[in-house]
């Protein structure tokens, strides 16, 4: 097997005795990109943190992000890596002018 991180991330889920459905693993990424804004607001935005609050930093919640959609991607049977490809391609081609 590749050793590419959808790989190793699948290979984590195996261990840990699979995951949750589909839509849960979607509420679950929601979570994590909720987490995303909360720390980007708090690093770049308007909100600070609580008084006493550790926040995660944007790395890290990006990180599980990417995490999250790796899980997704694999139970379903799409390769993150040529989705990720053909999602560049169409930037590069359809979109060229657009930003
Ligand atoms: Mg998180």
Known sequence: MADDYQSRV???VEAHG??????ANLARLAEEVGELARALNAEVGPKAPKPG???AGVAEEIGDVL???AVLAGQLGVDLQAAGEAALLKAE???RHRF
Not at 18 to 23: A, F, I, M, R, Y
């Open 18 to 23: 699979g995951t949750w459905p589909p839509l």
């Open 93 to 95: 081609r359809r979109d």
């Open 10 to 12: 699948g290979r984590w």
């Open 53 to 55: 609050e550790q926040a």
């Open 67 to 69: 995490f999250v959609l």
